[in-house]
């Protein structure tokens, strides 16, 4: 739905909690045809009986095949169209570290890469330099830089990757990449495609030259390479799109990061599931909407480990009546994106999903699980941005179109 | 489905009938997560028999959670999408009373407010004035107000509320609201919003002018505030779009008018459902298509009286032999939105729906009901505008598309 005619449609009903539950990396596959997935695996009495007072049905993060990154998959959850509230790899890594970015702040996603003596790309990794690697070599361009009239931050990801800020006025990242994508070839020059990025392109450049004198005696990591040049997004305001106080609750920065992006507070990382619930019954009082986001069912997939997986979707199915306490008007269950154990990585099925309330009209499916819901009212590939307009109606918070 | 793409499709096939048979807020929820909606709980052994030889579903009037009105729910089920044939609200209240508009006149849907000595409005509603005030204010404003060159219709609609409509020549509607829809403020000036709208924006706020004058001395209705304004659409008329010659056949002014609005014949007002199906019979020779629309399932879900909703579905389900008699190529039975009793108003649930035919594909499902709509072959959410062309191409009505 389109946030335009959705806007002047909201009604406020601050009285009505909805509680919107991420399972990162929910929807999986059987190990074998004739098998079960890892939600079908795991004994969920208490989310199955939600199931039977919910709707039930399975979202596509994005278009049909089309596998999301983490970013994308929860704008979608929050009611975004993916497709159309397009975030930046810099932007991206900034939040995945929890780097607190500013309006004009110009971030990248940076490689470390190796060079020869001629200033080709041999390695566009750099053999994949360890961790422990990234955070000297940022620490040493950090103090060896010196741009004047912006600062310049270097921020080490993991192992090659690591995230470049640039902070000065008015600056613009409509910027080419210097990252040729291949090896053989010499790094790219940062060019301002449109004129206002003029100045982020200069400084880029300077900032590419200073750092290749300050890397060239390191091996192997002796230059560096930079991409998805990007500033924060001024997109709507979730508050403001659907007339609620939200409320993030995660353990990871990528998480807090994206909703954060939409204009969500968020709490500090939590350092487990049951704190996580904890915090939601702590802030129950004072806000409208609450994301929570669960990271463990995705490790486990991404790890390929099935029984890890079934186990800790048993843990969130033990922590439901906790939630289930609190009374909320809505409560959404749903994945970002599926990662089943048997692919190792996030895939393009569709997410297992339900909507409790008082004001659905049950499907009689006595089961969350891929099969059961596909037969659901949502329908078996629902777009994800449709979750939060149906969120809002079921919590009374959307009047009638027309007359 | 554009009409665009589908007129130069469109076969001549006069010898086919549909007949689209609308139960107003058909759709409905169970009391409890446990129990049957009305639809469910009806004995509808005729309607149940004519599931199995049609294909199911359950239409989304707009968008998901979105309620709709019955103007834009009547015009999705039309095939006109109503996001983006949208009606004003004066058009609408012009509908609902039976104003017989003209291209030109420019309608306005009208309040009766409270002022204070200082022009500033403390009752956006008169406290509520009953319908007979209002009659009798609309007619000191039609023989007190005189503007030269134009005719203002004053017509009361109920309690505090009327309809203005200004005609006059090359009057345009592109006109600013005078309601600012808080109190505590002055009611706002008409003003034109684009050049052509600057006439009717002056006849407008004359009209204001003498109209506060005229009230002055009433209470609590010492002042009007004009929302909507706006004029006849000129859209694609159904007969043209469709190649349908179609007859409305109702019992309230509300729908015929929306049937008049994309260019349907209307018959008078029926009195009883018997009676509507009586003007089935004695026009079935000479129209293709017929709206027929039963009012009283939705008034009965208004009034949260789940029982009377249930006994009109079966009251329907008693006339069904006489139009399955006549022998209709396609027949439609469906809601133009749900009403559940539960919830006394409107809502957003999607409206089961059966479309018969001899060249349907069919469902295998033997009952008419909103979880056995689900697992039809229309979907479980599929958009109301999309019936129109598969009720013609289930009449035989619309050609291969490329060779």
Do not use: H, K, N
């Given at each position: 739905m389109d946030f335009e005619e959705l806007k002047p449609l909201l009604k406020n009903n601050s009285n009505s909690k909805i509680v919107l539950l991420v399972l990162d990396g929910l929807g999986g596959l059987p190990l074998t045809h004739e098998g079960k997935t890892e939600l079908e695996t795991a004994k969920t009495p208490n989310l199955d009986a939600i199931a039977t007072k919910s709707i039930l049905g399975l979202q596509q993060p994005l278009l049909p095949g089309m596998t999301p990154g983490s970013g994308p998959a929860h704008l979608g959850l929050f009611g975004y169209d993916p497709l159309k509230y397009k975030v930046g790899r810099g932007v991206l890594s900034a939040l995945g570290i929890d780097f607190d970015l500013k309006a004009d702040d110009v971030a990248a996603r940076g490689n470390f890469c190796t060079v020869d003596n001629e200033g080709l790309i041999t390695d566009r990794r750099a053999g994949r330099i360890p961790t422990k690697t990234c955070v000297e070599l940022c620490k040493l361009l950090s103090d060896n830089v010196n741009i004047p009239g912006v600062e310049v931050f270097l921020k080490p990801v993991k192992e090659y990757r690591f995230l470049l800020v640039i902070r000065g006025r008015g600056l613009k990242a409509n910027i080419t990449e210097?990252?040729?994508?291949?090896?053989?070839y010499e790094p790219l020059l940062a060019q301002?495609?449109?004129?206002?990025?003029q100045k982020a392109a200069e400084i880029t450049q300077e900032f590419v030259s200073q750092a290749s004198e300050i890397l060239k005696d390191q091996h192997p990591a002796n230059m560096l390479l930079l991409r998805g040049f990007s500033q924060l997004p001024t997109w709507p305001k979730f508050s403001e799109a659907f007339g609620l106080k939200a409320l993030a609750i995660a353990m990871y920065p990528m998480y807090r990061g994206v909703a954060k992006l939409v204009g969500m507070n968020a709490l500090p990382a939590a350092h487990s599931m049951e704190e996580e619930i904890d915090m939601l019954e702590a802030n129950w009082e004072d806000n409208d909407f609450f994301f929570v986001h669960i990271k463990k069912t995705d490790s486990a997939g991404e790890d390929g480990d099935f029984d890890l997986k079934v186990s800790i979707i048993e843990k969130v199915d033990s922590l439901m009546p906790r939630i289930m306490a609190l009374k909320p008007d809505v409560l959404i269950v749903t994945g970002d994106h599926s990662t089943p154990a048997k692919m190792k990585s996030h895939s393009w099925h569709p997410v297992p999903t339900m909507i409790y309330s008082d004001l659905c009209r049950p499907d009689c499916i006595a089961e969350f699980g891929e099969h059961a819901c596909r037969?659901?009212?949502?329908?078996?590939?629902?777009?994800?941005?449709e979750l939060m307009p149906m969120a809002l109606a079921h919590a009374n918070r959307i009047e009638k179109f027309g007359a």
């Open positions: 210097t990252d040729p994508q291949s090896v053989g301002a495609i449109t004129g206002g990025s037969a659901g009212g949502l329908g078996p590939r629902f777009p994800a941005y």
